[in-house]
């Protein structure tokens, strides 16, 4: 974990709010794994006061790739920061995907959800068997897929709510015929919330290991607030960056 | 170069900077960030008795260069939290502070207690401030005579050094200082959180479950600075300030004020290295203002 002071190297806009960042980062990058994620101070005044959490879309030392999406004030500020600007960068944190070598396995992102899955894939395609499941409510929610469709997957299973892009439909309605079809041993899933339980419904009966990325408020990002909790499924909390933000999919209670 | 020491009468410390309890973790979170031995002393997390889950989520609530909390006191019982001290003091020789809850008075004196035995703790600061665990926010420090019932019973317990944390929501705060002082506290701390509310507008609800929230961070200085004046004027035993503290000038306004020593609490989660940043400043500062020590300048307010 370092307390970094990097340097944005390139900032690009990926039409309608999603936003690709480039950044000089060299101890984080060094140590990424797919998974890990950071804390980000988006203006070097008080204001806003808390960093903002952003998954890690691919580390090549000594560079780290955020791709993130516009919500609120914190990251409207980052999009307009520019290269060469001074970016405190805390990381990397958390927990990552577990690596499952030789095993076949079934990556599901929903949106903004594809960032630590994106990385899993740029690590491990060349190694072992992954299919990608990607969805999103639009076109513009799947602007990665010149860079994945770059990278050796399996298959890649495309689902657009509005029809733009891919089948029509949320992702949830190909699950059963590629679980079927492909039997993948193990799935790891990021996504919104919606997605990610209506995942832990569906996968309940199948003897498959489960994995997914949360996201929650987060005061600091390493365990010292408290403000991440998440309820389990044995009824007590866990600290989403602390625990997280990776978790068996069946440990968490589900809808959260 | 300036001497940093404070004297807080049953003790110096080496620098005035102290990490807040419930934002510094138990001391360990932070050893990748910083040197333990270069802050003045540390408070460690709120302890009750038993553990707590904490409040549902949400906990947090950002609001203009501030934050509003509602986490409950979640974490481990005192039994565990031993066990945790004394692998910290292996690791520091930096004082430990144990901030002490409780859900009654019997609770706080039966903590305070177990503490207090411990060789590993320098002293205690009583939480009989915290907004977060009945419903309305109601606490101990906001009734000076509960607060000298309380403080007077868990000080005959013990023969540690005891800081009794105030609130910022108590009606009459000096009232409660001096029942503190009168009822045995060595130190007094404030500020803990001001009580805030969060709405949703959607919903029509509050943001929290519990209501109520307390906010902290810088938005809270000028507020909290003006309680921290106005108990010092009024109190003969040492005032450690806090409330909103981010820079080495943030540090002397407190003690200018009167306070001896100082807590720095949200700025750790921003910047988890925050007190070395500001204590390399309070040193250049002090150097600017040509300050030989700290007590040149201590309660030296001119009004
Ligand atoms: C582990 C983790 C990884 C993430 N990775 C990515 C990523 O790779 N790309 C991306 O676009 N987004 C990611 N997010 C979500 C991102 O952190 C939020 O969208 C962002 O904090 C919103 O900030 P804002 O100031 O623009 O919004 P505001 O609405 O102004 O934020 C206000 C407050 O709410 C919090 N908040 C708002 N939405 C979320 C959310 N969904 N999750 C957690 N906190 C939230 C903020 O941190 C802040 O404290 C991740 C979140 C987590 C927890
Ligand atoms: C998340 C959080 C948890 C806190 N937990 C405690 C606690 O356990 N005990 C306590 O006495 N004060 C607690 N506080 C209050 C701080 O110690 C401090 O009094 C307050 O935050 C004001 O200082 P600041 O503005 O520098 O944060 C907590 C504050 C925050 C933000
Ligand atoms: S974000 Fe602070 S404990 Fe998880």
């Given at each position: 974990m370092h307390d970094e002071s990097g340097r944005i190297e390139e900032t690009r806009c990926l039409g309608e709010n999603y936003y690709l960042l480039k950044v000089f980062a060299p101890q984080i990058a060094r140590e990424a794994k797919p998974g890990n994620f950071v804390m980000l101070r988006v203006s070097?005044?008080?204001?806003?006061?808390?960093?903002?959490?952003?998954?890690?879309?691919?580390?090549?030392?000594?560079?780290?790739?955020?791709?993130?999406?516009?919500?609120?004030r914190g990251t409207t500020l980052l999009k307009d920061r520019q290269a060469?600007?001074?970016?405190?960068?805390?990381?990397?944190?958390?927990?990552?995907?577990?690596e499952l070598p030789d095993q076949k396995i079934l990556l599901i992102a929903g949106g903004r959800g594809i960032v630590p899955l994106f990385h899993?894939?740029?690590?491990?395609?060349?190694?072992?068997?992954?299919?990608?499941?990607?969805?999103?409510?639009g076109a513009a929610d799947l602007k990665l897929l010149a860079e994945l469709d770059a990278m050796p997957l399996l298959e890649k299973y495309i689902f657009s709510e509005d029809g733009s892009c891919g089948e029509k439909g949320p992702l949830t309605e190909g699950l059963e015929k590629i679980v079927r079809e492909q039997r993948p041993q193990a799935t790891m899933a990021c996504g919104?919330?919606?997605?990610?339980?209506?995942?832990?419904?569906?996968?309940?009966?199948?003897?498959?290991?489960?994995?997914?990325?949360?996201?929650?408020?987060?005061?600091?990002?390493?365990?010292?607030?408290?403000?991440?909790?998440?309820?389990?499924?044995?009824?007590?909390?866990?600290?989403?960056?602390?625990?997280?933000?990776?978790?068996?999919?069946?440990?968490?209670?589900?809808?959260? | 170069m300036a001497d940093l020491s404070v004297d807080l009468g049953f003790c110096r410390l080496k620098n005035p900077l102290i990490p807040a309890s419930g934002t510094f973790g138990y001391g360990e979170e932070f050893v990748p960030f910083m040197d333990l031995d270069i802050i003045g002393a540390l408070v460690l997390k709120g302890i009750y008795r038993n553990a707590r889950p904490g409040n549902p989520p949400p906990r947090l609530f950002e609001t203009p260069a501030g934050l509003l909390n509602s986490i409950g006191l979640?974490?481990?019982?005192?039994?565990?939290l031993q066990g945790v001290i004394r692998r910290l003091s292996a690791t520091t020789r930096t004082p430990i502070i144990v901030n002490v809850c409780g859900q009654d008075d019997a609770e706080f004196?039966?903590?305070?207690?177990?503490?207090?035995?411990?060789?590993?703790?320098?002293?205690?600061?009583?939480?009989?401030?915290?907004?977060?665990?009945?419903?309305?926010?109601?606490?101990?420090?906001?009734?000076?005579?509960?607060?000298?019932?309380?403080?007077?019973?868990?000080?005959e317990n013990i023969a540690k050094p005891l800081i009794v944390k105030l609130s910022p929501n108590a009606a009459d705060i000096v009232a409660v200082a001096r029942a503190a002082q009168e009822a045995g506290a060595d130190a007094l701390s404030l500020v803990n959180t001001f009580l805030g509310l969060a709405v949703d507008l959607e919903k029509r609800r509050p943001v929290f479950a519990n209501t109520l929230a307390g906010l902290s961070g810088p938005a809270i200085k000028p507020l909290a600075l003006r309680l921290v004046w106005e108990v010092c004027r009024q109190v003969r035993i040492p005032v450690i300030g806090m409330g909103g503290i981010?820079?080495?000038?943030?540090?002397?306004?407190?003690?200018l004020v009167g306070a001896s020593a100082v807590q720095i609490g949200t700025?750790?989660?921003?910047?988890?290295?925050?007190?070395v940043r500001i204590l390399a400043e309070l040193e250049k500062e002090m150097e600017k203002l040509r300050l030989n020590n700290l007590n040149e300048i201590k309660g030296k307010l001119a009004v």
């Open positions: 070097p005044t008080w204001e806003p006061l808390l960093r903002r959490p952003f998954g890690i879309l691919q580390s090549q030392p000594p560079h780290i790739w955020l791709y993130f999406q516009v919500k609120g060469g600007d001074r970016l405190d960068i805390l990381g990397p944190l958390g927990n990552a995907f577990p899993y894939a740029k690590n491990y395609a060349a190694r072992q068997p992954l299919l990608l499941l990607y969805g999103g409510r919104p919330e919606a997605m990610l339980a209506a995942l832990a419904g569906m996968l309940r009966a199948k003897k498959l290991d489960n994995y997914a990325s949360l996201e929650a408020v987060m005061g600091c990002g390493f365990g010292v607030c408290h403000s991440c909790a998440v309820a389990a499924a044995d009824g007590r909390y866990r600290k989403v960056c602390a625990d997280g933000p990776v978790f068996p999919l069946e440990e968490i209670q589900w809808p959260i | 979640a974490g481990p019982g005192a039994d565990e004196a039966e903590v305070a207690g177990i503490f207090a035995a411990m060789p590993e703790v320098a002293m205690l600061e009583l939480n009989i401030s915290c907004p977060n665990i009945k419903r309305g926010g109601a606490c101990p420090a906001q009734d000076e005579k509960h607060t000298y019932r309380l403080v007077k019973r868990v000080k981010t820079s080495g000038k943030d540090v002397l306004e407190y003690i700025v750790n989660f921003c910047e988890p290295a925050a007190a």
